[in-house]
Nanobody
Framework: QVQLVESGGGLVQAGGSLRLSCAAS????????MHWYRQAPGKQRELVAA???????NYAESAKGRFTISRDNAKNTVYLQMNSLKPEDTAVYYC?????????WGQGTQVTVSS
């Protein structure tokens, strides 16, 4: 059983920064890819950023230039650095880890950006 634990959410003013963490219960090399998703109230969950096991990354248009996904292999942790935050970034942010057969999700962490 894989566990993903997100942390680092909170309340921040517009223009501020937050760094989210996703700690996995096993080596992140065992996953094909790691993702950050978000879900705002009344909206569908959407992909924010992704990183393959080889290190390639991709971002939603709304995240490009502001968010950075990275990883620390020794800590089995994936990060999402979020800068220049906007009120529309307010959402619950989820970590997802993919194997060939399953997609594992964390419990989410709330990010609230005030104007």
């Amino acid at each position: 059983q894989v566990q993903l634990v997100e942390s680092g959410g909170g309340l921040v003013q517009a223009g501020g920064s937050l760094r989210l963490s996703c700690a996995a219960s096993r080596s992140i090399f065992s996953f094909n890819a790691m993702h950050w998703y978000r879900q705002a109230p009344g909206k569908q969950r959407e992909l924010v950023a992704a990183m393959s096991s080889g290190g390639s990354t991709n971002y939603a248009e709304s995240a490009k230039g502001r968010f950075t996904i990275s990883r620390d292999n020794a800590k089995n942790t994936v990060y999402l650095q979020m800068n220049s935050l906007k009120p529309e970034d307010t959402a619950v942010y989820y970590c997802r880890a993919d194997t060939a057969l399953y997609a594992y999700w964390g419990q989410g962490t709330q990010v609230t950006v005030s104007s």
